[in-house]
């Protein structure tokens, strides 16, 4: 089992960047893919982007592709998503979810954060 706590989360306008983070407890981490996926209001929860267990493998949303990158450090139990050029649209609740294989339903991830909130201004 895992516990996934994300932080980075804020207002910021169009244009600007912000890095989240998703820190994991756990001797296991390694042993799981990562999902980051998004929330807005009214909407249902949608795939941001991927990564496998060593990290080599990605994938992303074509909403985000170019702009997001997703990463992730083993040794230190995290998995990051840095955004840049971010857009109003991209305004949402951010959630990161473990699974046994990089997926990209949110119906086939196990374990999932809290969320941060990621305000976009225009």
């Known amino acids: 089992q895992v516990q996934l706590v994300e932080s980075g989360g804020g207002l910021v306008q169009a244009g600007d960047s912000l890095r989240l983070s998703c820190a994991a407890s756990?001797?296991?981490?390694?042993?799981?893919?990562m999902g980051w996926f998004r929330q807005a209001p009214g909407k249902e929860r949608e795939f941001v982007a991927r990564?496998?267990?060593?990290?080599?493998?990605?994938y992303y949303a074509d909403s985000v592709q170019g702009r997001f990158t997703i990463s992730r450090d083993n040794a230190e139990n995290t998995v990051y998503l840095q955004m840049n050029s971010l857009k109003p649209e991209d305004t949402a609740v951010y959630y990161c979810?473990?699974?046994?294989?990089?997926?990209?339903?949110?119906?086939?991830?196990?374990?999932w954060g809290q969320g941060t909130q990621v305000t976009v201004s225009s």
């Open positions: 756990g001797r296991t981490f390694s042993t799981y893919a």
């Open positions: 979810a473990a699974s046994l294989a990089p997926y990209i339903r949110a119906s086939d991830y196990a374990y």
């Open positions: 990564i496998n267990w060593s990290g080599r493998n990605t």
